[in-house]
């Protein structure tokens, strides 16, 4: 008896070892695998940061006061106001 419970006792080491070195494995491929989704993540932030720069750059371009004024001067036919100056007359006496 005293054999086989030292061979269980020296399977029962090799299945755990086994197991050990299957479950470092496991995590080391699940690290990895979710280090390139992290880098796939980043870099797809990075490209949409960089649209959403070009987007906010014409939409100012797009509300610019110079370009709504050139728009409607060309488009509108509107005019820039002419300068009235009024002369104040002197109070008659009647």
Do not use: H, K, W
């Not at 269980?8 to 280090?35: E, H, M, S």
């Not at 989704?37 to 932030?45: I, N, P, V």
Request: net charge negative.
């Amino acid at each position: 008896m005293a054999v086989s419970a030292q061979v269980a006792a020296f399977v029962g080491a090799v299945v755990l070892i086994v197991g050990l070195c299957f479950l470092y494995v496991f995590q080391d491929t699940a690290l990895r695998d979710l280090t390139a989704q992290s880098e796939l993540a980043r870099e797809a932030l990075v490209s949409v940061e960089e649209v959403n720069r070009t987007l906010e750059f014409r939409i100012e371009q797009t509300f610019s006061l110079e370009r709504i004024s050139r728009i409607a001067r060309e488009r509108l036919g509107m005019v820039e106001p002419s300068v009235i100056r009024y002369v104040p007359l002197p109070a008659s006496e009647s």
